[in-house]
């Protein structure tokens, strides 16, 4: 066990729990944080596994009050409701992908409604070890995530025609552009590019182009520009370090995100957290739950690993955040294991056993400091 590994900052803030004042940082009972865990479908176990397996290791002060919630339950309202209660009450979750299937979109809108997890971050970064045709990148994509087409909102008018409703409103526009110039401001981010399709939904993606303009205004420190969504998905392929922080309306988001991954190596390398006014729910940036490949821990944990430890950050234990993160860039670095995605052929376990000895390796290099100075 790493005991000594891991203390939490209490004096010290993260800026990820600081970015919307008034998060809860979680509900502790005994001087543990419980967190609510949704391990999801497909290989979401497996990678959820990884998770526990590594803060049982580090003695971080979680506590995960586990949920059953996957394709086979989203049915049922009372395993729905138990997974929005225990998110409520806990205000921090760490989730995997649900398989989107059946009425599956009905229940995710109903997820993100009830929770009001309005901002989407997902972080894209190159690791030195993982071989890409782009290095140096370090984007972050702020997505609504409450509007727009993902909202579901459709209905037959008249047999044979169907209409789906985008709904864009000003009031959650402006929250979402303020969110992520804050972001910007507290992560010591240069630039925010609106991403956008107003040249041809003028006035729903006009709206949220505006409201970002005139936010921005608000921040004279940060550059901005906006990009018509299509030039984006170009501009990504091309040159993906010009962008730095990117705000979109919903559907946007989707269209940049899973070519994006690829771009510093794939889904499993992608992290990504959740913002409401109240909680914040980690997971998985890119939605696949590998259902094929279920039971046989072949997936690559990382993407769950890192968001995980942005959580450890948001509740304020930023060493044992920074440890973990360390660890996983040590991993990917070396290429002595890799999992199927990154060209090898190591295990789920593996992977997680590996980041389990770097952080050994992490403690002890600590220890001979600490020994060294008190030599002084």
Not at 11 to 34: C, E, L
Not at 139 to 167: F, M, P, Q, W
Not at 341 to 370: C, K, V
């Amino acid at each position: 066990m790493l005991r000594t590994l891991v203390r939490p900052a209490l004096s010290t803030v993260s800026k990820s729990a600081s970015t919307i004042s008034g998060f809860k940082s979680g509900t502790k009972y005994g001087g543990k944080t419980t967190v609510t865990l949704i391990p999801g479908d497909g290989v979401g176990p497996e990678i959820a596994e990884s998770v526990t397996t590594l803060f049982k290791e580090m003695s971080v002060p979680v506590e995960f009050e586990t949920i059953d919630l996957t394709k086979y339950t989203l049915n049922d309202e009372g395993a729905f409701n138990n997974a929005i209660t225990s998110l409520k009450r806990n205000g921090v979750g760490l989730k995997g992908v649900l398989n989107r299937s059946g009425d599956f979109r009905t229940h995710n809108v109903e997820f993100r409604g009830d929770l009001d997890t309005y901002a989407n971050v997902v972080r894209c970064m190159s690791f030195e070890g993982v071989k890409t045709h782009h290095s140096g990148i370090d984007l972050i994509a702020i997505r609504e995530n409450t509007e727009g087409e993902y909202s579901c909102l459709e209905h037959e008018s008249v047999s044979g025609v169907v209409e789906c409703l985008k709904v864009i409103t000003r009031e959650k526009s402006m929250r979402i552009a303020k969110f992520a110039f804050d972001y910007a401001l507290e992560h010591n981010r240069k630039k925010v590019t609106c991403i956008h399709k107003a040249n041809i939904m003028k006035l729903s993606d006009g709206l949220f182009k505006s409201c970002c303009a005139e936010t921005a205004k608000l921040y004279p420190s940060i550059d901005y520009d906006e990009q018509i969504v299509d030039n984006t998905c170009q501009q990504l392929v091309i040159n993906p370090q010009q962008f730095d922080v990117m705000v979109m309306p919903n559907l946007v988001r989707n269209r940049c995100i899973q070519p994006w991954s690829w771009l510093v190596g794939g889904a499993g390398l992608v992290p990504s957290k959740s913002f409401g006014d109240d909680i914040a729910v980690f997971e998985p940036g890119a939605r696949h739950t590998w259902m094929e490949m279920k039971g046989m821990y072949v997936a690559n944990p990382v993407a769950m690993v890192l968001s995980s430890a942005f959580m450890l950050k948001h509740l304020m234990l930023n060493e044992a955040g920074d440890n973990l993160i360390t660890a996983v860039k040590q991993v990917l670095n070396k290429r002595t294991c890799q999992t199927r995605d990154l060209g090898g052929n190591a295990t789920t376990r593996e992977m997680t056993r590996a980041i389990i000895s770097e952080l050994h390796e992490l403690h002890a290099r600590e220890r001979t400091e600490q020994a060294n100075l008190s030599n002084y």
